[in-house]
């Protein structure tokens, strides 16, 4: 790491496009998507704090990956826009590893989420009489706190791994994002091996919740057949459904960015596939579970409702 220091002290972002007009086009696309990632998320939240009726498991752990895909999109979104008007697209070295730190950590940290949500439909489907004893409030903060802490801390060994590679005179990143194909492909040795690790840490960090999730939601399917009220059946299915839209989406470009040799990529991919788990699905999250969730939508009218008679009783005050 003292030779990147000495060599390497800043990198240079390529970006999406190297066209200044494709990059102004770029950034009246992206920058609505972020306004609109932001709004939701905190829309989220803010319904989820304020209504007692969301104060559930479910709920709980909704609020938590909102507020992660918010800090998630944080990570690299902003700094995209700023490249897209500059013509410096300079990042220092201490900043991309730190990008790269928190990015891999909330990516990590949402695998993880994902896994525990799966596991709260389990419960409440599957063993609903004994769902309220599992799942108590105490239960729910110690696996979000762990969900947090298993995030930040496994990916330390894995950022640390990769900037130990010695990098020679070439700095710019075919990337928006301090990403840790691109940090590793900017090396002057042989990296077949790490490219090994990766795979490996990719099967586990990847494969093994997708797995779990899978078993879990066959345990589902079955129990939610055995409900005899087809609108119990229609309300599982879309708690559900909305949940493997989101699991579909993010660990699918995950796995695409991730779990594949370097030397089978197409030049210019990576970044292609890094937009969906940055900036796609971060902001269809929100869309995905409240345009399916009836509690969601009674909770935002009931919000709605009071801050409007708020509102006209101020106006009458005055």
């Excluded at 990769?162 to 900017?186: A, Q, Y």
């Excluded at 345009?291 to 005055?318: E, G, P, Q």
Aim: aromatic letters at 12%; proline letters at 4%.
């Amino acid at each position: 790491m003292s030779r990147n220091n000495t060599v390497i002290t800043k990198f240079i972002l390529l970006g999406l496009s190297n066209d200044p007009s494709t990059q102004v086009i770029l950034f009246f696309i992206f920058l609505p998507v972020y306004m609109m990632t932001l709004i939701g998320n905190i829309s989220v939240i803010t319904l989820i704090l304020s209504d007692v009726s969301l104060h559930t498991p479910m709920y709980f752990f909704l609020g938590n990956l909102s507020f992660l895909d918010l800090c998630y999109s944080s990570t690299s979104v902003p700094r995209m826009l700023k490249d897209l008007m500059s013509v410096k697209k300079t990042i220092s070295y201490a900043e991309c590893a730190a990008q790269m730190y928190i990015a891999v950590s909330l990516g990590e940290t949402e695998c993880i989420l994902l896994v525990i949500m799966a596991y709260d439909r389990y419960k409440a489907i599957c063993y609903p009489l004994h769902y309220t004893a599992i799942m108590s409030k105490m239960v729910c903060v110690r696996l979000a706190i762990g969900t947090w802490l298993c995030g930040f801390l496994h990916s330390i060994p894995y950022v640390l791994f990769t900037l130990s590679v010695d990098i020679c005179g070439n700095n710019e990143i075919n990337h928006f994002s301090c990403e840790i194909p691109e940090i590793l492909s900017l090396a002057c040795e042989n990296i077949l091996f790490m490219e090994f690790i990766i795979c490996v840490v990719g099967v586990i960090v990847l494969m093994a919740p997708v797995t779990f999730i899978v078993i879990s939601y066959v345990q589902i399917i079955l129990s939610i057949l055995k409900i005899a009220s087809s609108a119990g059946q229609r309300k599982a299915f879309s708690t559900c459904g909305s949940h493997l839209m989101v699991v579909t989406i993010f660990y699918g470009s995950a796995m695409a960015a991730y779990m594949k040799p370097r030397s089978s990529s197409l030049p210019g991919t990576d970044k292609v596939i890094a937009i969906f788990y940055f900036i796609v699905t971060p902001m269809l999250n929100p869309m995905i579970y409240t345009l399916r969730n009836n509690d969601i939508k009674t909770a935002f009218l009931k919000f709605s409702f009071a801050n409007r008679n708020v509102d006209s009783r101020l106006t009458k005050y005055h």
